[in-house]
Each structure stands twice: as structure tokens, then as C-alpha cells.
């Protein structure tokens, strides 16, 4: 199977942005962006689509993005999750990894099919991350940020899981939220959080590590 390429970027005007985010699906944790602008003439090698990519490549390729690509990371709360749900989250965690870049692109290319409502010329890509090789650079930047940030989050809140599922709704967190409740990290918009504080009688599903704050 092909690689994301430099095909799609080189109908558009330099200097070009790639953005994709990661942590839509999670029952917990913050969804995080990316922008990179690559030097096509000097790029890590094996930037694929960051779910097809072993996590130890990931992290390689991220640091070496660092290095020699411009990156921005941007983004979106678990409280702006639920407040403005996960579409509208998506897309302000979008708008910031842009505006990190400290500068403004030519040209915009985004992982999905729509852009956020942004004042610069942009196109979004359905399936961008396994085409077009700037969204796939990003998807890996933002992955590898949002596994770090839930790895972190793991040490706070034990019994989750959030080290291995990286707060996605795996067997193992559900079993951590059954026999743990919720913690401040988790999507209260959520259909499977609603559920547990529904059972539980309201929002107060917290552990008893909250409640003696």
C-alpha cells in the first residue's frame, strides 16, 4: 500500500500546512492537534498515517519532526469538550495548532472533510492522514503528544488504564470506571459517562480522592 506522498501538497502555494488532531473517540482527556510544515527536501523517513505506525516510530519520527519541520500543537479542554462538544473541540484544538505555528501558511491542508471557520485558505481531505504526507506528519505529531499527556495522566488517576487505552473505552477502563468513577478528566458528554453518572444518581461518580478535597 502507497505512502502519503507530496502529490496534494505540490498543487498549492509554500508554505504549506498539514493538520490532523487526535483523541475524538476517548472517554477521557483533552483532543490534541497538530500543524506541521515540512521541508520537502528534508524529512523523516516513514511518516504514514499515525495508526499504522508502531508507537517506538512514532515517537522517532515525532522527534526528528521537531527538528526539521515547523510544528505547531494545539489543544481543546475536557470542559470544552463538553461544552461545545467534540466537533466544534475538534476544530478550536485545529485553529490553535495553526496559530502555534507563529506564523501564517499559504495554504491549509486538514484531515477530515471540513475545515474549521478559519479567515486562510485551507482544503480538507477526507482520509488526508493516509494521502497526503504533511496531514499524515501531523497526525504523528499529535498522537504521539496526546499518548504522553494520558501516560501523565495514568500516574494521577490509577486503575484506568490510561497508559495502555490512552483513555479510549477499552474493557479495562470501563472496569476502572465501575469500580473507580470518574475523575475531572473524563467526558461528561459522553454516552458511556452519562450512563455511569445516571446509575450513580447524578455527577458525584467521583473517586473518594476527590471527595476528601
Given at each position: 500500500m502507497a505512502r502519503p506522498c507530496f502529490k496534494l501538497e505540490k498543487i498549492h502555494p509554500e508554505p504549506l500546512a498539514g493538520v490532523d488532531e487526535a483523541g475524538c473517540a476517548p472517554l477521557a482527556g483533552p483532543v490534541v492537534a497538530a500543524a506541521v510544515v515540512l521541508d520537502r527536501t528534508r524529512f523523516p523517513r516513514g511518516i504514514d498515517d499515525s495508526k499504522v505506525v508502531p508507537a517506538k516510530e512514532r515517537e522517532a519520527i515525532c522527534a526528528r519532526l521537531y527538528k526539521v519541520a515547523r510544528v505547531g500543537v494545539g489543544m481543546a479542554s475536557v470542559e470544552e469538550i463538553d461544552r461545545l462538544n467534540i466537533y466544534?473541540?475538534?476544530?478550536?484544538?485545529?485553529?490553535?495548532?495553526?496559530?502555534?505555528?507563529?506564523?501564517?501558511?499559504?495554504?491549509?491542508?486538514?484531515?477530515?472533510?471540513?475545515?474549521?471557520k478559519w479567515q486562510r485558505p485551507s482544503l480538507a481531505i477526507v482520509d488526508g492522514d493516509a494521502k497526503c504526507r504533511s496531514i499524515a506528519a501531523a497526525s504523528i505529531v499529535a498522537k504521539v503528544t496526546r499518548d504522553r499527556i494520558m501516560a501523565e495522566h495514568a500516574r494521577d488517576w490509577p486503575g484506568y488504564g490510561w497508559e495502555r487505552n490512552k483513555g479510549y473505552g477499552t474493557p479495562e477502563h470501563h472496569e476502572g470506571l465501575a469500580k473507580h468513577g470518574l475523575t475531572p478528566l473524563h467526558r461528561r458528554s459522553f454516552a458511556p459517562v452519562r450512563a455511569l453518572m445516571a446509575s450513580a444518581g447524578g455527577p458525584a461518580a467521583m473517586p473518594q480522592q476527590l471527595l476528601d478535597l
Open positions: 466544534w473541540a475538534r476544530m478550536l484544538a485545529m485553529s490553535r495548532a495553526v496559530d502555534a505555528l507563529g506564523f501564517e501558511p499559504a495554504m491549509v491542508l486538514v484531515d477530515g472533510n471540513r475545515c474549521p
